[in-house]
C-alpha cells in the first residue's frame, strides 16, 4: 500500500473549518510536512511539525500529530475561496519527500 | 533572491525524441531533487544532487532517464526516446542542506506532454 495516504477530496463551505486527514507508515520521520498546490503551480510548504510536537498552531492553520496512531491532520480555520487547492502531506524517512497522492479542498461560496 | 526555475514551464515531445528539463536552484542551494507527478497522483521522488554528485537515484526508471548537476549551471533531466507514459509534472526542488533539517523550496514545474 501507499506509504502517505489521504482522502482525495473534501468541500466545505466558505467560512467554515477544514480538517484534512494523513496517515503515514515511517516513524523515523524527524519532520511531517503539509505542501499547497494550486491549479498548474508548484508546491508551497505550507507548514510542518517536528516529530517530537503533539501540535502547532500557525494563524488560520493548526497541525495535529497523534504519532502511536501515525496521524497527522491539518485544520484551517475561517476557509476561504483562495484556499481551494489540493494539500498533499509528505513524511521525510530519509533524504526523500513521500507524498500523499493530495487532498483536493473546494471551497463552496 | 529568485525562487527555484524550472524551464520550460511546458514542454511538447513527440514519441522517441527527447527532452530536457532545466532547473536553476534557488541562490546559494547545493542540493536538488526532482520529481514526477503523474495525472491525479501525489509526488514521487526521482533523484537527489549535489553539484557534480548523483546522491541518490534509486527513484528514476534505469533506461531513458538520466539527471545531472554540473559545476556551473543548472540541473538537466533528460529523458531520451520519450513515451506516452513520461508526459507527467516534473518538479525540482532545492535546498540548502540536508532536506531533514532545511525546507526544500519547489519550481513551478515543467509540464511535459509526449503526442
Known amino acids: 500500500g501507499e506509504d502517505v495516504e489521504q482522502s482525495l477530496f473534501l468541500s466545505v463551505r466558505e467560512g467554515d473549518s477544514s480538517v484534512i486527514n494523513c496517515t503515514y507508515t515511517d516513524s523515523s520521520s524527524t519532520y511531517l510536512y503539509w505542501y499547497k498546490q494550486e491549479p498548474g503551480a508548484g508546491l508551497q510548504l505550507l507548514t510542518y511539525?517536528?516529530?517530537?510536537?503533539d501540535m502547532k498552531q500557525d494563524q488560520r492553520l493548526t497541525v495535529l500529530l497523534n504519532k502511536k496512531d501515525k496521524h497527522l491532520s491539518l485544520r484551517i480555520a475561517d476557509t476561504q475561496t483562495g484556499d481551494s487547492a489540493i494539500y498533499f502531506c509528505?513524511?521525510?524517512?530519509?533524504?526523500?519527500?513521500?507524498f500523499g497522492k493530495g487532498t483536493k479542498l473546494s471551497v463552496i461560496p | 533572491n529568485a525562487g527555484v526555475m524550472q524551464n520550460p514551464r511546458h514542454l511538447v515531445r513527440r514519441r522517441g525524441q527527447e527532452a530536457r528539463l532545466r532547473c536553476s536552484p534557488m541562490?546559494?542551494?547545493?542540493?536538488v531533487y526532482w520529481y514526477r507527478q503523474l495525472p491525479e497522483e501525489g509526488l514521487k521522488f526521482m533523484v537527489y544532487?549535489?553539484?557534480?554528485?548523483?546522491?541518490?537515484e534509486s527513484g528514476m526508471p534505469k533506461e531513458r532517464f538520466s539527471a545531472e548537476f554540473p559545476k556551473e549551471g543548472p540541473s538537466i533531466l533528460r529523458i531520451q526516446q520519450v513515451v506516452r507514459g513520461d508526459s507527467a509534472a516534473y518538479f525540482c526542488?532545492?535546498?540548502?542542506?540536508?532536506?531533514?533539517?532545511?525546507?526544500?523550496?519547489f519550481g513551478q514545474g515543467t509540464r511535459l506532454t509526449v503526442v
Open positions: 526542488a532545492s535546498s540548502q542542506g540536508s532536506p531533514m533539517n532545511t525546507e526544500a523550496f
Open positions: 544532487l549535489q553539484k557534480e554528485n548523483i546522491i541518490d
Open positions: 541562490k546559494g542551494h547545493s542540493h
Open positions: 511539525i517536528f516529530s517530537n510536537m
Open positions: 509528505a513524511e521525510i524517512p530519509s533524504y526523500q519527500l513521500t
